[in-house]
């Protein structure tokens, strides 16, 4: 994996093989971050990185100037090398070792942007689990949104509070805002 933009543009990134993550493909993250960079300044966002794996989505915010980024995961070795990374590239990233539905339901952060890439092959009911818990916990701040990767094969569009789908390859990011 590598930086796409930022200060750390360019720098790759590799992730232990023992970890069992699917980092988000390089197409596909910077596609995302163009949709991003059109409606948000980086500098001013807080993050919140759900199911954070190696953290790759995570090192691209710093990257970019965002100074309040979490990252959540429940693997010990995920949180252990991002934490790591982040040392290593002087990036203000708070890392979680939790389940992440039971640090949601505790949820103490609020941010501008929430990403989560739970597993694919997580059923319908779990991915939509994640905004329901969102949006009932209020974790977004105004003018904020929630972003769920998953497959192709899954929909989440059904979702009162979801605002469109862009489909990259075999990855698919779902959008939602608060809806006022």
Known sequence: MRIISGTHKGKRLIAPKKLPVRPTTDMAKEALFNILNNNFQFSQLSVLDLFSGSGNIAYEFASRGSKEITAVDVNYDCVKFTKKTAQELDFNINTIKSDVFKFLEKAYVKADII???PPYDFDEDKFL???QIVFEKNLLNQNGQLIIEHSKHTSLS???NFIEARRYGGSVF?????VE
Do not use: G, M, Q, V
């Open 115 to 117: 990403f989560a890439d």
């Open 129 to 131: 689990k994640i905004p």
């Open 158 to 160: 059904d979702f009162p």
């Open 174 to 178: 779902s959008f939602f805002e608060n």
